[in-house]
């Protein structure tokens, strides 16, 4: 698990491995948070295209979602994810289901890192 932080983008990058499971998932968030460069509100991709989630339940996506309410006013109202295989791009979006009822905001998810940060600069609110 790695964080990047681009200053002059303002745009964090987590790269959140080979992780499978939904523990993994929050530590990656926890790691975001903890990352000395990274301030709230800052636009965030995470990168889960190297991750296995077949094992991933609906309860397991329902408690991340659970577990971001108290973090919400961190994050900005803009979060990409970038995805490689079919079933994780499937879970991302029933993620983004549960994650709406609990705290509105805008995901979008990619299969290619450089396009959801084309997104971001192209889409940089002020």
Same mark, same amino acid.
């Given at each position: 698990?790695d964080v990047q932080i681009d200053?002059?983008?303002? +745009? $964090?990058?987590?790269? &959140?491995?080979?992780?499978?499971?939904? =523990?993994?998932?929050?530590?990656? *968030?926890?790691?975001?948070?903890?990352?000395?460069?990274f301030v709230d509100g800052m636009?965030?991709?995470?990168?889960?295209?190297?991750?296995?989630f077949s094992k991933v339940s609906?309860?397991?996506?329902?408690? +991340? $979602?659970?577990?971001? &309410?108290?973090?919400?006013?961190?994050? =900005?109202?803009?979060?990409?994810? *970038?995805?490689?295989?079919?079933?994780?791009?499937?879970?991302?979006?029933?993620?983004?289901?549960?994650?709406?009822?609990?705290?509105?905001?805008?995901?979008?998810?990619?299969?290619?890192?450089?396009?959801?940060?084309?997104?971001?600069?192209?889409?940089?609110?002020?």
């Amino acid at each position: 698990m790695d964080v990047q932080i681009d200053r002059e983008s303002a +745009i $964090a990058l987590v790269d &959140v491995g080979e992780a499978s499971s939904a =523990a993994e998932i929050i530590k990656a *968030v926890e790691a975001l948070f903890a990352h000395p460069g990274f301030v709230d509100g800052m636009d965030t991709i995470f990168d889960y295209s190297r991750c296995d989630f077949s094992k991933v339940s609906a309860e397991d996506l329902k408690s +991340i $979602a659970r577990f971001l &309410v108290p973090h919400l006013p961190r994050f =900005a109202n803009r979060v990409n994810l *970038v995805v490689e295989r079919d079933l994780e791009y499937g879970l991302a979006r029933m993620y983004g289901v549960f994650a709406e009822e609990i705290a509105p905001s805008e995901r979008r998810i990619f299969r290619d890192i450089d396009a959801a940060r084309e997104w971001f600069l192209s889409n940089k609110q002020t």
